[in-house]
């Protein structure tokens, strides 16, 4: 059957039909009375299936899950396996001309949007500093660069940080990777750094 599938899809090729773009993504619907535990996307050309998609769980009777090949390929072989270890396939489905492949009775139904694509999450500028002045410290500032002012003093009231101390220094993800900097002595001395790039390291060294 898959061997007939593939030949399928060389005589549509050989007719004329020019390569179809990427468009083999689809919705999965489980229109069958017990769950599918397994599913399996492969090209039509190839003999061997690939690993099971379904790396959120089973798919219920009644629902579906969105599918996208990690493979350029229109025609495609599915591969289900149901909660009673019975399987069922679509062979040589030409994914790229339509927008649901259902496994049970085709009830027709509105077809949902794709999801949105996922978003990358904001670049993390959270550091640890790292005390190497050789003097205490008394009073800690940092801020985004994009902030307008230092904001509270990291330490808080009463405390200070040893020379050779650390302390975790946590910054908002809002896609900025640079800080500015402010250290006070125990003296009144103060110093400051200003945009250190923070998003690439684990921890910042003030010596």
Avoid at 29 to 35: D, L, M, S, V
Avoid at 88 to 113: E, K, M, N, Q, Y
Avoid at 122 to 134: E, H, K, Y
Wanted: include cysteine; glycine fraction near 8%; charge should be neutral.
């Amino acid at each position: 059957m898959r061997i007939l599938a593939a030949l399928a899809v060389l005589a549509g090729l050989l007719a004329g039909t020019g390569p179809a773009a990427a468009q083999n993504r689809f919705w999965l619907q489980n229109n069958t009375g017990q769950p599918i535990v397994a599913a399996n996307v492969s090209p039509s050309r190839v003999q061997e299936w690939g690993p099971n998609i379904l790396t959120r769980g089973p798919v219920a009777p009644g629902m579906q899950v969105w599918v996208e090949p990690t493979f350029a390929d229109c025609y495609l072989d599915i591969r289900v396996r149901f909660a009673d270890g019975t399987e069922d396939g679509h062979l040589g489905v030409h994914a790229c001309t339509l927008t649901r492949i259902v496994f049970g009775p085709d009830v027709s139904a509105p077809t949902p949007a794709p999801p949105p694509p996922r978003q990358a999450e904001a670049p993390n500028p959270s550091f640890t500093f790292v005390n190497r002045t050789g003097e205490a410290i008394r009073e800690i500032y940092v801020s985004l660069t994009t902030e307008r002012n230092w904001g509270r003093d990291r330490l808080g009231a009463r405390q200070i940080l040893p020379s050779g101390a650390a302390m975790p220094i946590t910054l908002p993800r809002t896609g900025v990777c640079t800080a500015d900097m402010r250290i006070v002595f125990m003296d009144g001395r103060i110093m400051e750094q200003r945009n250190v790039e923070t998003c690439s390291i684990r921890e910042y060294v003030w010596r």
